[in-house]
């Protein structure tokens, strides 16, 4: 079974670049038809899409976010990482990473990121 573990620094400054890192087991990230997405949920509001990368390296992002938004990964490390810059207070959110296939779905337990000077 596929495990998630997001991870990163809780608390960033506005303007500053935030990182994220999604450790998957249990899986290869290279796995045919496997996608990894981000997805963030603001304090109080629904869940937003944010991006994604799939087996292959492709990537597509939200178009709201597009600008300001990159998701890569490292194969040798099977991990998926995020990195938005330009954050502000609205980026606060309970950031999470999903792994989808077919009618397979797993989730990371997610990290808090709040953004305060």
């Known amino acids: 079974q596929v495990q998630l573990q997001e991870s990163g620094p809780g608390l960033v400054k506005p303007s500053q670049t935030l990182s994220l890192t999604c450790t998957v087991s249990g899986g290869s990230i290279t796995t045919s038809y496997y996608a990894w997405t981000w997805i963030r949920q603001p304090p109080g509001k629904g869940l937003e899409w944010m991006g994604v990368i799939g087996y292959d390296g492709s990537t597509y992002y939200s178009p709201s976010l597009k600008s300001r938004t990159s998701i890569s990964r490292d194969n040798a490390k099977n991990t998926v990482y995020l990195q938005m810059n330009s954050l502000q207070p609205e980026d606060t959110a309970a950031y999470y990473c999903?792994?989808?296939?077919?009618?397979?779905?797993?989730w990371g337990q997610g990290t808090q990121v709040t953004v305060s000077s």
């Open positions: 999903n792994a989808a296939v077919l009618d397979r779905d797993y």
